[in-house]
């Protein structure tokens, strides 16, 4: 994404506070090379809460100090396994390296008397990655907030299915993302949520619209509609998810959020 386009959003944002920042989207932030001045620019216009997902490849001392002295909200590191040989199937790098970087980034936040960012873990239990979850769960439970587990929801942009163990939602209910998530791809381009990786029909692009006008406009409408009246399967992004139960499950989610340990007072 451009500084020009970042800065035209982050100022409309400014103008409405309490909406949720999260610069990332399926990719790794850390190696866009204004990244940093990204983040300062959000948070010296009070957007926010900033929260960051990472791989933490790129999360070297340098730049694990300057994502501290920025203070965001909350920081989700994506690493899937503590086996090496998973890990290195899953993700392609080296599962040392890596957890090294965020077991260093947790020594930084502690010496400097920080409790933000508040810090997750997260796997997707993958048929790969289930028979070391457990393993997971337990190295990282006592060195961070919160660790996440997730219901694998997609393969390469192909959705399968989230088994809820609700059996109370028999048909298709709507989903609430388009009424309280946009996703903005790095050219302009809106699409309607975290799930929704190649948008085919268009909503508006920010390049050349306020968020705002996106947000209100026909094309947006039309989505909504289509939810209400149970013509999902209508919008080529929306025919095939199943994530719209998330919203209709009393925890509000699916897959496990084990509690770690609590953040340090600064």
Known sequence: MSSELYHKIIDEMAEHPGITLVPF?????????????????ARQKGVGPIQLTSNATALTESNALKLLELGIDFVSFSLDSNDDETYREVRGFELGKVRNNVERFLRLREAM???????????????AARRHIEDFISYWRNRVER????????QGGVYGRLDTGNPSLPRRLP????????????????????????????????????IQE?????PYREVRARHREGRCDEDPS???CDHWKVSYLPEGRIGRVIEGKTTVSS
């Open 238 to 240: 929306c025919s095939g």
């Open 25 to 41: 989207f399926r990719g790794e932030s850390f190696l866009h090379p204004h990244f940093f001045e990204f983040l300062k620019y």
């Open 147 to 154: 660790v996440r587990i997730y219901t694998e929801h997609s």
């Open 113 to 127: 008397n920080l409790d933000r960012p508040v810090v997750q873990v997260s796997a997707v239990e993958t048929a």
């Open 214 to 218: 996106v947000w209100r406009g026909a």
């Open 175 to 210: 989903c609430k993302k388009p009424v309280t998530e946009m996703v903005i791809y790095w050219d302009g381009q809106v699409a309607l949520c975290n799930h929704d990786w190649s948008r085919k029909e268009f909503l508006g692009n920010v390049s050349r619209q306020s």
